[in-house]
């Protein structure tokens, strides 16, 4: 249970037991990386070879998974015409830069997995966490012009603008622009990259006491995550709303009407943009799963509220990354016409009969409904 739980204090502890005796985390970090290790790794013992083994195993199959899902969804969207519009950009980066994520987060975890320690030096460990960090960040803000293009969508109907290509092109630059601001701000002196407790990545400071990596930590966090929460909740609060009232007058319409369904027959089940609204509500959902136990954990290491083991930064690193693994899957399962091209293009990743094609909803209002129920009995 020791190997679990992983005692808050003294690495000594194991000698009597015949562990590692007054070994540390830190023994086998490269001596040029030590100016980067907090002095408070340095109270727990080695972790057990098997987590860094299920680790680098876990990081192999959510790479894996995230590098064909992700490519896949690339793929298929750009190479169907149908599927070519403008709010379907915004699904393309969004798969793009859950891609990238894994693609350079997974190797190198992996074979640090292995030595059981950083290897690349100090400058591929700042590296490397830069990059974590701008691709979670342009992922979560591409949920948010999502979002909102589904706001427009769904509240504002007909009198919303309708998104053209060089808008969707401008909120993509939005995203990885606003991104890149916050995670090159730690190369310039605002905050800092440091090892992670595991010693086999690398992520924010936030064992650090000083002024420049407290205000980091919480300016950052609420640029690229409160901040970006308030705005899906926003949406997505006048989103359900708008379809309640919907539903709502048409029930009442089709009772005043003496007839069972408004809905056509071809129509029967939700329009195109309620359906993708659930779908990119889903995938947002994910993601704050994914990314909170991270944000805990620098909270936790910043205001000293928790002891943070080494063990305890795996969970944050391993649901972060998983993330990247949801969004063709959620796609996969509940987008109609990127079933129905994944049917096409690789028949035997779709499970059951794919669905018809049906509008996928690019920026602009459903039709009239139609009355083709029988009345019902008096």
Same mark, same amino acid.
């Given at each position: 249970?020791? $190997?679990?739980s992983?005692?808050?204090?003294?690495a000594?502890?194991w000698?009597?037991?015949? +562990?590692?005796?007054?070994?540390?985390?830190?023994?086998?970090?490269p001596?040029?990386?030590?100016? $980067?290790? *907090?002095?408070?790794?340095?109270?727990f013992?080695?972790?057990n070879?098997?987590w860094?083994?299920?680790?680098?195993?876990?990081?192999? &199959?959510?790479?894996f $998974?995230?590098?064909v899902?992700?490519?896949?969804?690339? #793929?298929?969207?750009?190479?169907?015409?149908?599927?070519?519009?403008?709010? @379907?950009?915004?699904?393309?980066?969004?798969?793009?830069? *859950?891609?990238?994520?894994?693609?350079?987060?997974?190797?190198?975890?992996?074979?640090?997995?292995?030595?059981?320690?950083?290897?690349?030096?100090?400058?591929m460990?700042?590296? #490397?966490?830069?990059l974590?960090?701008?691709?979670?960040?342009?992922?979560?803000?591409?949920?948010?012009?999502?979002?909102?293009?589904?706001?427009?969508?769904?509240?504002? +109907?007909?009198?919303?603008?309708?998104?053209?290509?060089?808008?969707?092109?401008?909120?993509?630059?939005?995203?990885?622009?606003?991104?890149?601001?916050?995670?090159?701000?730690?190369?310039?002196?605002?905050?800092?990259y440091?090892?992670?407790?595991?010693m086999?990545?690398?992520?924010? *400071?936030?064992?650090a006491?000083d002024?420049?990596s407290?205000?980091y930590?919480?300016?950052?966090?609420?640029?690229?995550y409160?901040?970006?929460?308030?705005?899906? &909740?926003?949406?997505?609060?006048?989103i359900?709303?708008?379809?309640?009232?919907?539903?709502?007058?048409?029930?009442?319409?089709?009772k005043?009407? @003496?007839?069972?369904?408004l809905?056509?027959?071809e129509?029967?089940?939700?329009?195109?943009?309620?359906?993708?609204?659930?779908? !990119?509500?889903?995938?947002?959902s994910?993601?704050?799963?994914?990314?909170?136990? #991270?944000?805990?954990?620098?909270?936790?290491g910043?205001?000293?509220?928790?002891?943070?083991s080494?063990?305890?930064?795996?969970? +944050?690193?391993?649901f972060?990354?998983? @993330?990247?693994?949801?969004?063709?899957?959620?796609?996969?399962?509940?987008?109609?016409? #990127?079933?129905?091209?994944?049917?096409?293009?690789f028949?035997?990743?779709?499970?059951?009969? !794919?669905?018809?094609?049906?509008? *996928?909803?690019t920026?602009? !209002?459903?039709?009239?409904?139609? &009355?083709?129920?029988?009345?019902?009995?008096?």
């Amino acid at each position: 249970m020791s $190997l679990i739980s992983e005692p808050s204090f003294s690495a000594y502890s194991w000698a009597s037991q015949g +562990g590692f005796g007054n070994q540390t985390v830190v023994d086998k970090v490269p001596p040029e990386m030590l100016y $980067l290790i *907090d002095p408070h790794w340095y109270q727990f013992p080695p972790m057990n070879p098997l987590w860094h083994s299920l680790l680098g195993f876990a990081m192999c &199959i959510l790479g894996f $998974l995230c590098v064909v899902g992700n490519g896949m969804v690339v #793929y298929i969207f750009s190479c169907t015409k149908s599927l070519r519009t403008p709010s @379907n950009l915004l699904v393309v980066n969004l798969a793009f830069s *859950d891609f990238c994520m894994m693609f350079c987060m997974s190797p190198p975890m992996v074979l640090n997995c292995y030595y059981e320690t950083w290897i690349f030096g100090p400058l591929m460990c700042e590296v #490397y966490a830069m990059l974590g960090s701008l691709f979670g960040c342009t992922s979560i803000w591409s949920m948010v012009m999502i979002a909102n293009d589904r706001y427009n969508v769904i509240v504002k +109907g007909l009198s919303a603008k309708p998104m053209t290509i060089k808008t969707a092109l401008a909120r993509i630059l939005f995203c990885w622009g606003w991104s890149l601001i916050w995670t090159l701000a730690p190369f310039l002196g605002w905050g800092r990259y440091v090892p992670e407790g595991n010693m086999t990545a690398c992520g924010t *400071d936030y064992l650090a006491q000083d002024f420049k990596s407290k205000s980091y930590i919480i300016i950052y966090s609420f640029g690229c995550y409160f901040l970006p929460l308030f705005l899906i &909740i926003y949406s997505y609060w006048f989103i359900v709303q708008a379809v309640s009232a919907h539903e709502k007058a048409m029930r009442e319409q089709a009772k005043k009407m @003496n007839v069972a369904s408004l809905r056509s027959s071809e129509n029967a089940n939700t329009s195109a943009e309620h359906k993708l609204a659930k779908v !990119a509500l889903t995938t947002i959902s994910l993601w704050f799963c994914a990314w909170t136990p #991270y944000l805990v954990i620098n909270y936790a290491g910043m205001f000293q509220a928790l002891t943070i083991s080494p063990l305890f930064t795996i969970w +944050g690193s391993v649901f972060a990354k998983a @993330n990247a693994c949801y969004n063709p899957i959620v796609y996969a399962i509940s987008h109609p016409k #990127y079933r129905a091209a994944l049917d096409k293009k690789f028949p035997s990743l779709v499970c059951g009969s !794919a669905e018809a094609p049906v509008s *996928d909803g690019t920026s602009v !209002a459903s039709g009239a409904t139609t &009355i083709t129920e029988e009345k019902a009995a008096a």
